[in-house]
């Protein structure tokens, strides 16, 4: 039965892929199947013909733009419960060429995780058995799988100490694998910095299935993983990380003003006094239509807080009516999911965020009061979606810009998030093209030379990969890649061509191969 069912998937890839010759053959996709049955359980396997193929595909995919009826989607699903699974993986798919893609929680902006823009045949790794999350609370760390999600980490800590917790992002559903292999920053980012600047070592299947840590792997490997995007370097399958210290309170607030109560003045305050604030206040800024809504996270108590925004951010006219004081694990779904969650709702895996699309910038000098009129402007028009600003400097300005090839640390005021959402009842073109009008109008009030982005707001309208004699060219991969990472770009390409020369993991926007010369 299970043989049928794989030539059945098998044909009607083959009728779907046979004019493109660069493909794998048919025989070889054949041979990468059977290579994985001998090597894995086949209830760890899902074909295209399984019943449960689409269901386990559907399960993390969070845009459904990015799956349609011409999606590319994957030969087979591989989801490993061991490290020995993912090693078999890589070495059934390097004997039968087939390319490897790698989900963790499968946020990524452009679905790349999960199918190609491009027909070729490839494999998904979906790392969501592989989650478990192990808390030293007496070394202060903690031990993470890839498949895990930031909820499911902060929930595990918070068990294990309420003084205690991880520096990452605000989304729960988010996976680990990706967001540290981005950078990944939330609401601790002023105290604490990025999540990979708390990241200790790592575990890494290589493009020759080697299982490696953080000496093995070697010094510029290690440094590549931690933030030069998911899918270039190899599988990483764990991380060990760094906990930081929270104290028992913590005071979330959420104030919003419209155009009307003085929206444009506050923001042009707001973006010149967040960054240079205490380092254990952080205020972010959702605008959208005709408002501004603040949303903030002070680590300590009310009563101190009141007397330092009084001083320093008066014009937000905070007041004790606004703090909600509350633990740290607390906060976690106040703010993305709202007041009414509970603690317990940041473990759930399956939520949607629709049809959307998504780009960023970063800010490095203030933009004038006219330029907020017009932004505001902006977000009136009837398709317009939102502009969401985190405040950097503090802890996450403090590293210099190669310290990890996340470079946005020294100089950035705020990083900016774009995005637009639509129904399914519409195809989206009209929300698409607000946001490149958008991104074009905010040319002049943002970084250049180049124009910096963050790879966790992955965009693939910023470039993608050419490959020329099977190789990704880098001069084509430039072109997104120095948005990304500004000057470590060219140090990552040389991490690429030392742990994976013939770029076997690859895709739309992966870092290509250079060689050094001897």
Known sequence: MASSSRSLALALLFSFLSCYASVPSLASSDGFLQCLSAAIPNELLYTQSSPSFTPVLLSAVRNPRLFTNTTVKPLVIVTPTSAPHVQSAVVCGRRHDVRIRVRSGGHDYEGLSYRSERPEVFAVVDLNKMRSVTVNQAAG??????????????????????????????????????????????????????????????????????????????????????????????????????????????????????????????????QVVAPALPEDLFIRVVVQKDAAEFQSMYLGTCDALLPLMGSRFPELGLNRTHCNEMTWIQSVPYIYLGSTASVEDILNRTTSDGFSKATSDYVLQPIPKDGWIKIFDFLAQPTAGIMIADPYGGKISGFPESATPFPHRGGVLFNIQYMNFWPATTNGSAQTKWLKDFYAFMTPYVSSNPRQAYVNYRDLDLGQNVVVGNVTSYEAAKVWGEKYYKGNFKRLTFAKGKVDPNDYFRNEQSIPPLVARK
């Open 141 to 270: 760390t903690a031990s993470i799988d890839s498949g895990a999600t930031l909820g499911e980490v902060y929930y595990a800590v918070s068990k294990a100490s309420k003084q205690l917790a991880f520096a990452a992002g605000l989304c729960p559903t988010i996976g680990v694998g990706g967001h540290l292999s981005g950078g990944g920053f939330g609401m601790l980012l002023r105290k604490y910095g990025a999540a990979i600047d708390s990241v200790l070592d790592a575990t890494l299947v290589d493009a020759e299935g080697r299982l490696l840590d953080k000496k093995a792997m070697g010094r510029d490997v290690f440094w590549a993983i931690r933030g030069g995007g998911g899918e270039s370097f190899g599988i990483v399958l764990s991380w060990k990380v760094k906990l930081v210290p929270v104290p028992p309170t913590v005071t979330m607030f959420k104030v919003a003003k419209t155009v009307n109560e003085g929206a444009v003045d506050i923001l042009t305050k707001w």
